[in-house]
């Protein structure tokens, strides 16, 4: 299987930051991956697909880059509501995997 | 609105069966494939599994492989996990999620509550 790496595991961060989460593949996948966002007692909700399109409705300040085996999600401006974990997935060969998740916190 | 409901968690002993629930509203559930994926503190999320839109073919995941069957009923518009022989390490919450497809590329775009199972003596 595929194992897919964040990092951090958590930050702390302030509302109108700038953020930057990492996933790194243990093997190339193209441009096949996702991020979703999960906050505490919630389902995880897909925000980006394909590396880098926005899923409908997402806000713009969510953005996606990589490709290969590194790959980035940002928040352009951090609000309130994006206090949550984040976690990366591949969807290059099956199983899909996860990565281990990523939790913003308030600082 | 897209909307799924997972159901029949709960308490259960090791080595008994379960079978959980997904009923699905708000879109034509028999042209979506649907998956089936839990949450582990420990392990994190965890693929299991993933059935084709009319059921005809299933892929799972290696742990769930001998032990977990996944199926539906298009005419209730309801996912379906059976789950045998169930382990401790079994405990976790079970989300069903719906497969989107675009171009070559696969995610699940909307997720169910969850549903807590727990595996204990």
């Known amino acids: 299987d595929i194992q897919m790496t964040q990092s951090p595991s958590s930050m702390s961060a302030s509302i109108g930051d700038r953020v930057t989460i990492t996933c790194r593949a243990s093997?190339?996948?193209?441009?096949?991956l996702n991020w979703y966002q999960q906050k505490p007692g919630k389902a995880p909700k897909l925000l980006i697909y394909?590396?880098?399109s926005l899923q409908s409705g997402v806000p713009s300040r969510f953005s996606g880059s990589g490709s290969g085996t590194d790959f980035t999600l940002s928040i352009s401006s951090l609000q309130p509501g994006d206090f949550a974990t984040y976690f990366c997935q591949q969807s290059y060969v099956t199983p899909p995997t996860f990565g281990q998740g990523t939790k913003v916190e308030i600082k | 609105q897209v909307l799924l409901v997972e159901s029949g968690g709960g308490v259960v002993q090791p080595g008994r069966s379960l079978r959980l629930s997904c009923t699905a509203s708000g879109f034509t559930f028999s042209n979506y494939g649907m998956h089936w994926v839990r949450q582990t503190p420990g392990k994190g999320l965890e693929w299991l599994g993933v059935i084709w839109h009319d059921g005809t073919n299933k892929y799972y995941a290696d742990s769930a492989k001998v032990r977990f069957t996944i199926s539906r009923d298009n005419s209730k518009n309801t996912l379906y996990l059976q789950m045998n022989s169930l382990r401790v390490d079994d405990t976790a919450i079970y989300y069903c999620a719906r497969h989107q497809s675009l171009g070559e590329t696969t995610s699940f775009d909307s997720w169910g509550q969850g549903t807590l199972v727990t595996v204990s003596s």
């Open positions: 093997e190339n996948i193209d441009t096949y």
């Open positions: 394909a590396t880098s």
